[in-house]
């Protein structure tokens, strides 16, 4: 059996589609899928604060302490972990690369936390000699400097992200006070003008005057969250537990994405996941993923026009529904995203104990 042990010097708490948000699904899902020991190498004294965020079968070595009168005793630990791996992963950032280099000499493998520059390159190419880097967006940089690279669609974990019944779906949506016969309309993320909260606001502020079958609905908390706070007409939710979340996506008919561009948004997956389409005014990088959601310009005419055409029309709604969870499955998956990462790694065991 391989023997893979995954560095990361802070991995933190993250939200969306970053790294250190997909490092979390990775570690989490490689212990659901697969019957590896995962081990975590991290940052010393940080291990209680991180271990709720994986899995209780991942085994968190934190040790790794970079002050000056200790980083020889880091070393040395470091190389005592990793001399009976085949495999180190560092996900999320060059400067560990290096420091995993340093204490180890077989294959590394790196993630989308490798930061794009000339310098990152260099070290890469002529010291961590990395066998694969994984990318969040299409790789370019990487490819046009001669590294082995490859773009994957960022996960979610399809067990809590689904359907619901149009029973229990009914059931909620009664609850919280939306009728039978009312679009409900979500925003959710960051409520900023980064990611067209304002848009949200005036699109909806005083919408029962001119649209009474629209209950609008924000998730997140932001600079502008005070605008939804004062309007009567938006429903502010504020932010919620991750756990949450596929409860107001499948609440919810539609699921607006406000920004002007994006790689891939994690709301959009998440939303079709749960079968909810998906309008954007953001011009999506992963063009196979834009091409699953509604466009329409970043004002009210055309996002009310949007939804209406939508919501008008059965056949389209049905396809939009049918496309997304499809593609979810089939890419999105916690358990696709776990069988990437096992066949490079097993490519690249096949080719290192060839040589």
Not at 24 to 48: E, S
Not at 130 to 141: D, E, M, R, T
Not at 158 to 168: F, L, M
Request: charged share 25%; proline share 4%; hydrophobic share 40%.
């Amino acid at each position: 059996m391989m023997r893979i042990i995954y560095f990361s010097y802070n991995p933190g708490v993250s939200t969306g589609a970053g790294p250190r948000k997909q490092m979390t699904f990775l570690l989490n899902g490689m212990v659901r899928y697969t019957d590896f020991d995962i081990q975590l190498i991290t940052k010393k004294g940080i291990k209680n604060n991180v271990q709720e965020q994986f899995n209780e079968d991942v085994k968190i070595w934190d040790v790794i302490d970079l002050n000056p009168l200790k980083v020889m005793y880091s070393i040395k630990k470091c190389k005592e972990l990793l001399s009976d791996q085949d495999i180190v992963h560092v996900p999320l950032n060059v400067f560990q690369a290096v420091f995993v280099r340093f204490c180890f000499s077989g294959p590394i493998v790196v993630g989308d936390g490798m930061q794009p520059t000339n310098l990152s390159a260099f070290l890469l190419k002529s010291y961590i000699k990395p066998k694969h880097i994984f990318v969040a967006n299409g790789g370019g940089f990487w490819l046009d400097r001669g590294f082995s690279c490859s773009s994957i669609y960022p996960a979610i974990d399809t067990e809590k992200y689904k359907p619901y019944s149009e029973e229990k779906i009914m059931e909620i949506r009664k609850k919280i006070g939306i009728s039978a016969n009312s679009t409900a309309v979500l925003f959710v993320g960051e409520v900023s003008k980064r990611k067209g909260a304002h848009i949200f606001y005036n699109t909806f502020k005083d919408v029962l005057g001119y649209h009474k079958d629209i209950f609008p609905i924000i998730i997140g908390r932001g600079p502008l969250e005070r605008l939804f706070k004062e309007e009567n007409d938006i429903h502010y939710i504020g932010p919620v537990r991750e756990e949450d979340l596929p409860i107001y996506y499948n609440i919810a008919d539609i699921t607006l994405i406000l920004s002007e561009r994006d790689i891939h948004p994690i709301v959009g997956i998440e939303s079709m996941a749960c079968g909810t389409p998906v309008i954007t005014t953001a011009r999506i990088s992963k063009k196979e993923i834009g091409a699953l959601y509604l466009k329409c310009h970043r004002n009210r005419e055309s996002i009310l026009e949007s939804i209406n055409h939508l919501m008008s029309d059965d056949e389209l709604y049905n396809k939009q529904v049918k496309k997304g969870l499809s593609f979810v499955m089939e890419n999105c998956s916690l358990k696709k995203f776990v069988e990437i990462h096992m066949n490079l790694y097993k490519s690249i065991m096949d080719r290192y104990r060839e040589k």
